[in-house]
């Protein structure tokens, strides 16, 4: 299992920091891997936040995302931890983030976590 760098997140200076704005951000090729199975989990994150004085730079979100391919971890556990990191980055004003999987077996689970300074 290898670990996961949250250094590989970029940031820039939000250009309207002294107004609140929703950026919404959709990956829908999202991979991480079953840690029970070795099997890989895809599905579909919405990211979406009101940022403070920085934003993320989505090619190394991209970056940073792509390490959960070979990364084993339950979905709650990856969910809340892409929070952690991108709350780090960011210092946003609020995020959340819905985790979307595809079925396995006949059931499909979604995971939502916030965070609100």
Known sequence: MSEISREIIET??????????S??????EF???????????FGTLTITYVADQKC??????KLYLQ???????FYENVTNLILD???????????????EFTSR??????VTVEYRS
């Open 56 to 61: 993320f730079e989505l090619k190394s979100l």
């Open 12 to 21: 820039f200076e939000n250009p309207y920091s002294q107004r609140d704005y």
């Open 67 to 73: 390490q959960f391919r070979n990364y084993g971890a």
């Open 31 to 41: 991979t991480s891997m079953c840690p029970k199975t070795g099997q890989p989990d």
């Open 85 to 99: 990191d991108l709350v780090a980055a960011t210092e946003p004003r609020s995020m959340k983030i819905v985790a």
């Open 105 to 110: 077996g006949g059931i499909r689970t979604n």
């Open 23 to 28: 950026i919404e951000t959709i990956c829908p």
